[in-house]
């Protein structure tokens, strides 16, 4: 069974970098997309972008100027940094992997747990 | 991309039945065959119900349906149980199939 496990600085300061990772565990890391999903207290759910082992990326057009998702196929990893963050980028962030049985990766069916960031001065 | 629209709550009786809608425009849900659904118990991971507008993941009840019309996606929970008690969301792909968009969440209450 796929599993993801992630982790990354819980604690910023407004105007700093927020740094990421998820690890893929027992299960293939190529032929699919990995995605980075984030949700502020109390309200939904915010696509952030997505990333496949050959580095191709698509990001919300909303945050595209501040993020940066990255891969380590060596380690099975993906990451995500967001600079200058502010109070509204507090929220628990999650991977996922994006599958689709027509070959385009559309769902996301396998999610980490979620590590809560706080953005606080 | 603005977020697809959904009704804030939706409740039925254990046994009933409840469909949650999602709304979307002609640049998501219309366009898309990729509209999927989550949900989501409090403090827990989302997890995928329905995929590909009406494909059912291996486990999930098939009390779970899904469907789409034009630019409104729906998902149907038949037979309530206590456990369907949580937040719902709907996601759909956009942008030629590169972006993805979430609705903005349905509390089902049982």
């Known amino acids: 069974q796929v599993q993801l496990q992630q982790w990354g600085a819980g604690l910023l300061k407004p105007s700093e970098t927020l740094s990421l990772t998820c690890a893929v565990y027992?299960?293939?890391?190529?032929?699919?997309?990995w995605s980075w999903i984030r949700q502020p207290p109390g309200e939904g759910l915010e696509w952030i972008g997505e990333?496949?082992?050959?580095?191709?990326?698509n990001y919300n057009p909303s945050l595209k100027s501040r993020v940066i998702i990255s891969v380590d196929t060596s380690k099975n990893q993906f990451s995500l940094k967001l600079t200058s963050v502010t109070a509204a980028d507090t929220a628990v962030y999650y991977c996922?992997?994006?599958?689709?049985?027509?070959?385009?990766?559309?769902?996301?069916?396998?999610w980490g747990k979620g590590t809560t960031v706080t953005v606080s001065s | 991309q603005s977020a697809l629209t959904q009704p804030p709550s939706a409740s039925g009786s254990p046994g009933q039945s409840v469909t949650i809608s999602c709304t979307g425009t002609?640049?998501?849900?219309?366009?898309?065959?990729?509209v999927s659904w989550y949900q989501q118990h409090p403090g827990k991971a989302p997890k995928l119900m329905i995929y590909e507008v009406s494909k059912r993941p291996s486990g999930v009840p098939d009390r779970f349906s899904g469907s789409k019309s034009g630019n409104t996606a729906s998902l149907t929970v038949s037979g309530l149980q206590a456990e369907d008690e949580a937040d719902y969301y709907c996601c759909s792909c956009a942008g030629s199939n590169t972006l993805k968009v979430f609705g903005t969440g349905t509390k089902v209450t049982v």
């Open positions: 027992r299960g293939p890391f190529s032929g699919y997309y």
């Open positions: 990333i496949n082992h050959s580095r191709s990326t």
């Open positions: 002609s640049s998501d849900v219309a366009d898309s065959d990729y």
């Open positions: 996922a992997r994006v599958s689709g049985s027509t070959g385009q990766p559309n769902y996301m069916d396998v």
